[in-house]
Antibody, heavy 118, light 106 residues
Framework: EVQLVESGGGLSHPGRSLTLSCTGSGFSFADSAMNWVRQAPGRGLEWVGI??????????SYGPSFTDRFTIRRDDSKSVTYLQINNLKSEDTATYFC?????????WGRGVMVIVSS | SYELSQPGSVSVSLGQTATLPCWGN??????VHWYQQRPGQAPVVVIYRDTKRPSGIPDRFSGSISGSTATLRIKGVQVADESDYYCQVWDGSTAVFGGGTKLTVL
């Protein structure tokens, strides 16, 4: 059974950095393209970015709003993908989902909430 | 940057057919995917590659595309179908979501 579990969220302060983790199981993690998607309270889905699988060299791409302070990495030995957010802003307050891409965003984690507040 | 447009809300009577449109420039040249998101839950793919239905998704859900409009149809709408629905495409190496449509079942 495919499972994705996010962790690392919570309350953080403006200007700080935060790293979210997403642990996958039940599939070939190293071969999979992993994505992060953000959803602010009461708002729609925003694609943060993707880190491709080993056949594509683990390259990354980011949405237009996420090229500056956001970095996606992966550790295939642990089946984990990370989302680092630097210089946190109040507008980063959201639920962050990780999702696998295979013909669609076919599996999603439950999401992790990040609250940025002083 | 590429944009997808969806109506903010659609209402349909119980048992009727819901029609949810998604508009984008030259959409026919792209693969359109649809996601259902129930309140407080993660999204679930209900249609991928314009018309394909993942295993476990009822055949009441169908997708079509014509020109610049993709359409998600839900026949025999049930209370459980009341959700937000998002269309999504890839524009080059960037994933784009529509703003979402809230489906209300009357």
């Amino acid at each position: 059974e495919v499972q994705l579990v996010e962790s690392g969220g919570g309350l953080s302060h403006p200007g700080r950095s935060l790293t979210l983790s997403c642990t996958g199981s039940g599939f070939s993690f190293a071969d999979s393209a992993m994505n992060w998607v953000r959803q602010a309270p009461g708002r729609g889905l925003e694609w943060v970015g993707i880190i491709r699988g080993r056949a594509y060299g683990g390259t990354t791409s980011y949405g237009p709003s996420f090229t500056d302070r956001f970095t996606i990495r992966r550790d295939d030995s642990k089946s984990v993908t990370y989302l680092q957010i630097n210089n946190l802003k109040s507008e980063d307050t959201a639920t962050y989902f990780c999702s696998r891409w295979v013909d669609a965003f076919d599996f999603w984690g439950r999401g992790v909430m990040v609250i940025v507040s002083s | 940057s590429y944009e997808l447009s969806q109506p903010g809300s659609v209402s349909v009577s119980l048992g009727q057919t819901a029609t949810l449109p998604c508009w984008g420039n030259n959409l026919r040249s792209k693969n359109v995917h649809w996601y259902q998101q129930r309140p407080g839950q993660a999204p679930v793919v209900v249609i991928y590659r314009d018309t394909k239905r993942p295993s476990g998704i009822p055949d009441r859900f169908s997708g079509s595309i014509s020109g610049s409009t993709a359409t998600l149809r839900i026949k025999g709408v049930q209370v459980a179908d009341e959700s937000d629905y998002y269309c999504q495409v890839w524009d080059g190496s960037t994933a784009v979501f529509g703003g979402g449509t809230k489906l209300t079942v009357l």
